[in-house]
């Protein structure tokens, strides 16, 4: 009796005596400041050195429930090493003589025989500030929120009704969403960033960079395809064209990273936020690049259609900002500010 009590008497003190009262009006008049509500800080998209800040290890998107884990900031090496027995054909000049002359590379970063190109040098660089990775590609099922948000008609407008979106995505919910171009991305994000403020969300969302790209794909490691320099285990890891069946799998069903994102080798390719530059990395910023240029946008990961080598996480591919595949989609990140 006694517990059924105590039980009774604490649900009315939870009716009768809310955690934190709303200002009523005449509060508002004589404090006005009872009554602002928090400002949200929007973080540039490519913020300069902070503080360290508590940052939560995961986040899920109340809208869409795309979850995210938080990368730490941290340096790593970014390309790859040629071969210092190889004749490279085609070489540019950036791409031989790079852009930090001082710079020691470590031993311990095995060349790679099938580095192409645009993958050099290989250059240090430093991402300063935390930020949030989706844990998997976007899927369609979070796509189709998008959909139903922005509207059927729009959503033919925009391609979403034509006979290849449809046959690429009709697998599933849990597959990852293909048959979207980068400009398609920015639409989804753009209604992402406004549909999740609307339900208090402090984060801004769009596609990574480059090398924000590279750097949590790598998770830490200076291995040729993270696990290993060799492409034994890609299977494990992977869906790329040794295993996938010749089809797009659900996403998360192989191993994740160290960090815990699944699937940035192989399934799909993923759109980045950079425009495409072979040269880039000669004159690449040591702190936080990004190409800004360029109609052509990277893609990075490869794919259930590619071979091993295309899934390196140094491999950079790129396609023009309104090109369409089954073997093309996206992951987002999520920039959080103090109060996140």
Known sequence: MLKRYI??????????????????????????????????????PL??????????????????????????????????RKPADKTVENLT????????????IPKDIAADPNAQNNEYPLHKVEITQPFQMAIYEVTFGQFAEFIRGIGFAKAKKMGFGDEDFIKYNAYGKNYPVSQVSWE??????????QASK???????????????????????SRKLY????????????????GNSGGKVHPVGQKKPNAWGLYDMQGNLWEWVQDGYDANFYARSPKQNPFNKTGYAKVLRGGSWRYNSAYCRPAYRHN??????????????VRLVSPRT
């Open 7 to 44: 039980l009774l008497v604490s649900s009315f003190l939870c009716l009768v005596m809310p955690l934190q009262a709303e200002p009523n009006k005449y509060e508002c008049v004589l404090n006005p400041k009872a009554c602002e509500k928090p400002r949200i800080t929007i973080p540039e």
């Open 47 to 80: 913020p300069e050195k902070v503080k360290p800040r508590n940052l939560k290890k995961t986040f899920t998107n109340k809208v869409t429930g795309m979850q995210f884990v938080t990368i730490p900031a941290g340096s790593f090496y970014m390309g790859s």
């Open 93 to 104: 000049l950036e791409q031989l003589v790079g852009g930090a002359s001082s710079e020691k």
């Open 184 to 193: 398609h991305s920015q639409a989804f994000i753009n209604w992402l960033n």
């Open 198 to 220: 609307a339900k208090g969300d402090q984060g801004t969302y769009r596609l990574a960079t480059e090398a924000e790209w590279e750097y949590a794909a790598r998770a830490g």
């Open 226 to 241: 993270v696990f290993s320099d060799s492409a034994k285990q890609l299977g494990d890891y992977a869906w790329f064209d």
């Open 319 to 332: 396609n023009l900002a309104d090109y369409r595949s089954n073997y093309i989609g996206f992951r987002l």
